[in-house]
């Protein structure tokens, strides 16, 4: 009777990046790990998209100690990253880890009102999301969002007004803001702030007319997206503007 002698695969983990981590930006990150392959006949960096796979030959010297450090490629949207070690008895092994690319802006819908009475507080809103990666690492459904801010630009009465807008709603934060801004910075949802005109001599600072209201929402990646529209400082009949 002979003795079949099996021999255990390769044990390889990636210690980093975690699973599930989302990237921004760059397309190239680094993979570490350790592996206890004391024979290593071939290495392999395997990169998926669930559709496409891309095998890609590596050094076996880059092995060296139970250590590796590789450079890996990856694409928008969810890579998986694995690598693939052969030992000398043609046994192979395979670790990995589920990555994200996050390249894409967030969304960006106004909830402002095209028409305020001049020398009247209103309120400029939004909601912002970046929805894509909610089933990721986000907790309110609706994507990690850094900055979200406001600019009120007349160019024919040379007024331009600049405004960071505090998130209200989409965590656990609470909401609200008064002219200076003071943004948080946080998960997406509602992003608001209150405008009170100022009074400069007989003059509120905003006057009656024409402006373009733009809306910029960034997440922490870097990626923005810019929303615009008009937004009418009406003259009502009580006002009077000293000239």
């Not at 891309?54 to 450079?71: A, E, K, M, Y």
């Not at 801010?149 to 160019?155: G, R």
Request: net charge neutral; proline share 4%; hydrophobic share 30%.
């Amino acid at each position: 009777c002979g003795i079949i002698v099996m021999t255990p695969p390769p044990g390889i983990s990636i210690t980093s990046p975690g699973n599930n981590e989302v990237f921004g930006v760059s397309q190239i990150i680094q993979i570490d790990g350790k592996h206890n392959v004391l024979n290593i006949s071939k290495a392999e960096l395997v990169v998926s998209n669930g559709t496409h796979e891309i095998i890609t030959p590596v050094s076996t010297s880059l092995f060296s100690q139970g250590n590796f450090r590789l450079n890996s490629p990856i694409k928008s949207g969810k890579n998986m990253i694995s690598v693939r070690l052969t030992d000398s008895s043609g046994v192979i092994g395979e670790g990995g880890v589920s990555v994200y690319l996050d390249d894409s802006p967030p969304s960006i819908t106004s909830a402002t009102q095209s028409n305020v009475s001049y020398g009247v507080k209103f309120t400029i809103s939004t909601r912002v999301s970046d929805e894509r990666w909610t089933n990721i690492k986000t907790r309110d459904g609706v994507g990690e969002i850094g900055e979200v801010t406001a600019s009120l630009i007349s160019n024919q009465m040379g007024i331009s007004r600049n405004y960071t807008l505090s998130k209200i709603s989409g965590s656990s934060g609470s909401g609200g803001s008064s002219n200076s801004g003071g943004g948080s910075v946080g998960l997406g949802g509602l992003w608001s702030i209150d405008i009170t005109p100022l009074l400069q001599g007989k003059l509120y600072d905003l006057l009656p007319g024409e402006y373009n209201l733009e809306i910029k929402g960034e997440d922490k990646f870097g990626n923005s997206n810019t929303l615009s529209q008009n937004l009418r400082i009406l003259k009502t009949t009580t006002t009077n503007i000293y000239v």
